[in-house]
């Protein structure tokens, strides 16, 4: 039996802690923050997207950084043992769009309470309030971590151990405890840490479009990212408007790839990064000329500010038509083919330029974190340190946004606690 230190109690550190307590340890979890599993519940809007139904082969396409890597940690826990963990203690769940997959409660707080239930049940136990300093390594191998009370004296006390999971998170949304904490420790023992940026994280223009439609929702849209001719990414499904640019699930997915695109900040800075939006990905530019003909007969006698309103969302209609260069007075039954085509050209072409991203306190995810190249894919041991583990969204890969992110934590975390 050794005795384990887990670092953090978030996802990946609460299913280390189950992992390795089931492999018959003694299990220590130390979170800084006065409860475990903070980020988890607000995860999904609240709703916690507990993982997707894809197999192996769509969690490795939808990690654009690293996927391989998990190969071995998907293996040794996948997305239906995390399933069958939490409905065995009660949790059910259903599968939405794009595979996601929630509780059906839609309640992350469901979510956690089971993880906090089994924990129990093991006897792993949780000190809240404790931030750990340091890890105390002696010839190459863990000896136990420094740990700094929260008391007014802040008296400083070791903790032994055998074993250590660093499993602190990234540097998003650091009122959840995500402080990057971990990197400093793992670079003091001699880690490397890639660049660290923001990802799965809203889009920024200075575009005035954006400020007009900002609070409006597009749903089955199909989006472009592009430079110039080159496509960096391209989707469908839903997207927001903000008073800074645009956000929602299609463009937080497109971030994972333009952070990864050579050159990106030059080419933000000279504004040539530009979001093409198909507002009609359904219809052919011939059958949404037909379309338009159909509305036009209807409202002939109209004037053209009048007509769009079978077709688009009331707030995008005085925009499309800024954007046409027609005159909003003119009557229907005046307009000419040619002004027709710029109308089906804007619908099929609403552009926006993109100039960067928001903050990284704002992303869902971090991009970056330890190299891969100094851990063990198939035990999540440092290959630098005898008896150090790695866990969750610390390690250099992450995924686009549908449940990919939370399965990397679940395998990272079960692989190292396991081992």
Known sequence: MSNVIIIGGGPAGMIAGISAAKSGNKVTILEKMNSCGKKLLITGKGRCNITNSTDLNGFIENTPNNGKFLYGALNNFNNKDIINLLEKEGVKTKAERGGRIFPVSDKSIDVLEVLIKILK???????????VEKIIIREGKVEGVKIANTNKEQIKSELKADKIILATGGKSY?????????????????????????????????DIVCAKLQGLSLRNIAIELKNEDKIIYKDFGEMLFTHYGVSGPVILSSSAYLIRYKNTENLLKNNNIKLHIDLKPALTEEKLDLRILRDFEEVKNKEFKNSLSKLLPQKLIPV??????INPYKRINEITKQ???????????????????????????????????EINPKTMESKLIKGLYFAGEIIDVDSLTGGFNLQIAWSTGYTAGMN
């Open 121 to 131: 049940k093991l006897n792993v136990k949780i000190l809240t309030n404790t931030k």
């Open 174 to 206: 650091p009122v959840t405890g995500s402080t990057g904490d971990g990197y400093k420790m793992a670079e003091e023992l001699g880690h490397t840490v890639t660049k660290i940026k923001p990802s799965l994280v809203p889009l920024t223009s200075k």
């Open 320 to 325: 499309v038509i800024e954007k046409t260069g």
């Open 339 to 373: 002004e027709r085509q710029k109308i089906i050209t804007i619908l099929k072409n609403f552009e926006i330029i993109i100039n960067g991203v928001r903050p990284i306190e704002e992303a869902i995810i971090t991009s970056g974190g330890i190299s891969i190249k």
